[in-house]
């Protein structure tokens, strides 16, 4: 079955700082989701990955999937506390709403 | 657009008994997936439906059961409830296969 492994499991960054956050897939990947959830609360949809090659942004929020890879990028630029909180990447392997979802990443920006 | 909607919160409950909880999805869209999520195991999937049943199902014990109403609600059910099964349940809904998930703030089961 295929899995999802993120790196770093835990980020600590000051205000202000650019960082990355990758999902590894153990598999090839046809599309990837990335969510941030806040402790105790749902997961709040981020960006969809469909294709090969394809970059998405949000406002400082920059994903990228690399199929051949088979890995997926989230970077963030100038960090605000804002984006604290747990960055999750998801996928749906088989195309049958079974999705996987990879560890986890903590993140934590000092002010 | 309201969200999806999942009642209770919070919950506790005792071993052995039984807990069912609630789930309302975006207005319009018809699959509801369930999740467990634990610091151990991480965000697991448990179950999915659609349109009243069932298309897919994680790898737990049958105390953990679903439905779905004709209006989309949804419910899981988890009977003999053990110490194991503390955790944040998560329901997302999606519009369809190349969607993402939406997902609800969750309820907290916690068992004493």
């Known amino acids: 079955s295929q899995e999802l492994e993120q790196s770093p499991q835990s980020l600590i960054v000051q205000e202000g700082k650019n960082l990355t956050i990758n999902c590894t897939s153990s598999k090839t990947l046809y599309g990837l989701y990335w969510y941030k959830q806040k402790y105790g609360e749902g997961l709040i949809f981020l960006m969809m990955l469909q294709k090969g090659g394809e970059e998405k942004s949000h406002e400082k929020i920059t994903a990228k999937l690399d199929e051949k890879k088979q890995q997926s990028s989230l970077h963030i630029t100038a960090s605000q506390p804002s984006h604290a909180g747990i960055y999750l990447c998801g996928a749906d392997p088989s195309g049958t709403y079974k999705y996987i979802f990879g560890t986890g990443t903590r993140l934590k920006v000092l002010a | 657009k309201a969200g999806v909607t999942q009642t209770p919160r919070y919950l506790i409950k005792t071993r052995g008994q039984q807990v069912t909880l609630s789930c309302s999805p975006i207005?319009?869209?018809?699959?509801v997936s369930w999740y467990q999520q634990t610091p151990g195991q991480g965000l697991q999937f448990l179950f999915e439906y659609f349109s009243e049943t069932q298309r897919n199902k994680g790898n737990f014990p049958g105390r953990f059961s679903g439905r779905q109403f004709s209006n989309s609600r949804s419910e899981m059910n988890v009977s003999t409830l053990e110490l194991g099964d503390s955790a944040l349940y998560l329901c997302?809904?999606?519009?369809?296969?190349?969607?993402?998930?939406?997902f609800g703030d969750g309820t907290r089961l916690s068992i004493l």
């Open positions: 207005s319009g869209h018809r699959s």
């Open positions: 997302a809904s999606s519009l369809a296969s190349n969607q993402p998930q939406h």
